[in-house]
């Protein structure tokens, strides 16, 4: 079963708007972490936010905010005033649990966010 | 700077000629970690090793096998890549610990052509 769904595959938006990419998760750990990844066209993935199950605060860093809401198990990423350089594949990823395998990550399938003049 | 480092960068292989990507770290990071990705989807977890410890995900194939000699170099080998293992191989380290964030760092991936 799907781990992580986005439901976007692309978006278009115009530079210094805001955008919000969604991120739907399924788990049944209580401990959890959620995290979002750029990868540009160059293909290295760049490490953008962070957000714990346990967090109560939404995450922010920069111009990246995540709106994290538990109850709905979404984790949707916010990018304000975007920019040209922000055209990338946008990944929501997930770890579950403390085990030992806790380091896995599963990818959702990704947005592609192309900025526009 | 400490980061991930992949060579090459950019890879061409004939069908069933055994290829080597190697994967070299000065984070000094215990977990780390191959994905394969193909054009347009998700990056796909082949295995990891926690510290010298394989992980092996259950549906990577045979073909497929990786060596850790230290710390800092893990190695991924396909044995007789075929023409569907073309895809962006991407490394990833990260460091264990109690919590469950450990963000994951990755190097610029190697793009393997088969022909």
């Known amino acids: 079963a799907q781990k992580i769904t986005q439901t976007q595959p692309g978006m278009f938006v115009q530079e210094k708007e805001a955008v919000t990419l969604d991120c739907t998760y399924d788990t049944s750990d209580q401990s959890y972490g959620l995290f979002w990844y750029k990868q540009p066209s160059s293909g290295e993935m760049i490490f953008l936010i962070y957000q714990g199950s346990y967090d109560e605060q939404n995450a922010t860093e920069g111009r990246y905010s995540l709106n994290f809401q538990k109850a709905r198990k979404s984790a949707n990423l916010v990018i304000s005033a975007s920019q040209l350089g922000d055209s990338a594949m946008y990944f929501c990823a997930m770890r579950e649990g403390r085990t030992r395998s806790w380091g896995k990550l599963q990818f959702g399938a990704g947005t592609q966010v192309v900025v526009t003049p | 700077d400490a980061m991930v480092i992949q060579n090459p960068r950019y890879q061409v292989t004939q069908f069933g000629k055994p290829v080597t990507l190697s994967c070299s770290q000065t984070l000094n990071h215990n977990v780390m970690y191959w994905y394969q990705q193909k054009s347009s989807q998700a990056p796909k977890l082949l295995f990891h090793y926690y510290d010298k410890d394989f992980n092996n995900e259950a549906d990577t194939p045979d073909n497929f096998q990786s060596r850790r000699p230290n710390t800092s170099f893990c190695f991924l080998d396909i044995r007789s890549p075929g023409l569907g293992d073309a895809a962006m191989y991407l490394c990833?380290?990260?460091?264990?610990?109690?919590?469950?964030?450990?963000?994951?760092?990755f190097g610029p991936g190697t793009r393997l052509t088969v022909l």
């Open positions: 990833a380290t990260s460091i264990s610990g109690g919590s469950s964030y450990n963000e994951q760092f």
